[in-house]
């Protein structure tokens, strides 16, 4: 079969093509928390105008784990440098469990953004969470998790942060 330039990915009667999808630079590295200071666990660069497009979508998706200890902890997903923040879990006192983090963020319109995103720490249920953002996406954005702890060093580790583009 000879190369193809140009795939299509087709869903029922269309003819359109998938827009940029994707995976953005991945921050594999271990990431630890330092003691009652938000602390930059992993950061991912998103590039200017990834999301391009009014429906042009981020999906981020964060794991690791917390200390055993019954101490109290938050993770943050923030973007830019006015540090707009996405997702939030709030104190946690997770002890001794694995968390996954996720978050959609969508552009509706120029300079305005959703977002949606879900929490889980050992078999404890989802939180949800739902904000409308505004930060500059025709520039260079970092997206950052971040950790607090407010007891003791080392209470959040990081695994990994990913972050996917997707669009209409």
Known sequence: MPFVKWRRFMTGQGKGRAGFVGMLTPDLTIGASHLAAPQDLDSVLMRAN???????????????????NGNNKQLDILVGT?????ASTGAVAGNNVNWILEAFLWRRATLVQETFSRFMHGLTPLAIRAVTTAFDEKVDNIIHLVGTAATADHDILSCSLIVEAMTV
Not at 82 to 86: D, S
């Open 82 to 86: 006015g540090a707009v923040n996405i």
């Open 50 to 68: 990834t999301l391009y497009k009014d429906g042009s979508c981020l999906r981020i998706f964060a794991t690791g784990s917390f200390a055993a």
